[in-house]
């Protein structure tokens, strides 16, 4: 079984809106840290917003500004990432994760055991 599966993806014009959505399996997102990451072509995958499952912190990409926000739901399993005021520069491939430990490094992806979903499409056009 897959342990985390996003939906919501798909093509919007610039200014639009998404919502993704994450549904874990198991107790994945019962983990420190739960975030969504994104990856476009021929570029590294970054963090985008991030969240300490415990404290609430979070960190989010500069490029994020207010645009979007990480909630969940531990009933349903499930974490979500509001999009707002999409840009075509954040059409990319968006991951969500969990993982353990230092959240900081967590975005960073610089630990290691993190669990991931397959990932889902976002394409913004002009």
């Known amino acids: 079984q897959v342990p985390l599966v996003e939906s919501g993806g798909g093509s919007v014009e610039a200014g639009g809106s998404l919502r993704l959505s994450c549904t874990a399996s198991?107790?994945?997102?019962?983990?420190?840290?739960i975030g969504w990451f994104r990856q476009a072509p021929g570029q590294e995958r970054e963090g985008v917003v991030v969240?300490?499952?415990?404290?609430?912190?979070?960190w989010n990409g500069d490029y994020v500004r207010g645009r979007f926000t990480i909630s969940q739901d531990n009933a349903k399993k499930t974490m979500y990432l509001e999009m707002n005021s999409l840009r075509p520069e954040d059409t990319a491939m968006y991951y969500c994760a969990a993982g353990r430990g230092s959240c900081y490094k967590f975005f960073r992806q610089t630990g290691t055991g993190y669990v991931w979903g397959q990932g889902t499409q976002v394409n913004v056009s002009s």
């Open positions: 198991g107790n994945a997102l019962s983990n420190d840290c």
């Open positions: 969240r300490a499952t415990g404290s609430g912190s979070t």
